[in-house]
């Protein structure tokens, strides 16, 4: 099978200023990658480039085998990639029900019967029965982030029955207490796993990188300066991955304010 996504010797610049380098990245069907490094690494960047929000200077991306030449917006029928933002970025003035079927109404092709059954099988996966007719400003923090998990579990119905999703989660967890982020890591691999799908996980937090991942890779200076599975990078010397697992001060990565 081809890779669900695929990066080869891209490289972003504004400017002068380079941001991503080279780098070469694959990820398969099924698997769970999270992308680690500091503050400024460039790791927003890679996300933004999978969701077709960006293109890349140079070098290629390509999402289910079709290189993105084009923004998201300006493609006909864009690759099946559905972002989980670090804010829940729910539309006040819409329901629940509205938020997660957002997609399906925009669509118009399946009846609201339809509609309400498909969102309610995805707040349930998310443990969120019965909240369809609430507005967001009703519901506490984390159920707005789970509300964001729902709509992710969505499918467009213009997408390829074949085309398995790609999720991408921006600092799922951060700022979240312990409990609450064991909460958000369980239904990062849930929402994987309904959706039948490859996910991208960009986090700083420790138990998020062990509770999530499959795969890593380190992220540094616009390089990616290590790769491995989760049990290599909990064993491995590599004075970057070293420095990032202690959060020592000393080692090849200086801190972004200094």
């Known amino acids: 099978m081809q890779p669900i996504a695929e990066m080869r010797d891209l490289s972003v610049r504004w400017g002068r200023r380079t941001v991503i380098e080279n780098v070469n990245l694959s990820l398969e069907a099924g698997e769970r990658l999270v992308v680690v490094g500091p503050s400024g690494a460039g790791k927003s960047t890679v996300l933004r480039l999978l969701a077709g929000l960006m293109l890349p200077s140079s070098g290629s991306l390509r ?38 079927g957002f997609l399906l109404y925009r669509d118009g092709s399946l009846p609201e019967r339809e509609i309400r059954a498909r969102v309610s099988q995805a707040l349930e996966a998310v443990g969120l029965a019965g909240i369809e007719d609430q507005l967001p400003n009703e519901l506490s923090g984390g159920m707005q982030k789970r509300v964001s998990f729902a709509r992710a579990l969505i499918e467009d119905p213009r997408k390829a029955a074949d085309q398995m999703p790609l999720l991408l989660f921006d600092e799922p967890t951060a700022g979240l207490d312990p409990v609450a982020c064991t909460r958000i890591e369980d239904l990062i691999v849930r929402t994987t796993e309904v959706a039948q799908a490859a996910s991208v996980v960009v986090s700083h937090v420790h138990s998020t990188i062990e509770r999530t991942a499959e795969k890593v890779v380190l992220l540094y200076d616009g390089l990616f300066r290590w790769h491995g599975s989760l049990d290599d990078y909990r064993s491995t010397s590599d004075p970057y991955v070293v420095q990032f697992r202690s959060g020592s001060l000393s080692g090849p990565m200086q801190p972004a304010e200094l």
């Open 63 to 100: 999402l289910h085998g079709q290189e993105q030449k084009y923004l998201r917006l300006d493609q006909r029928t864009p690759a099946d990639v559905r972002f989980v933002f670090q804010n829940p970025a729910l539309l006040g003035s819409l329901s629940v029900l509205e938020n997660v």
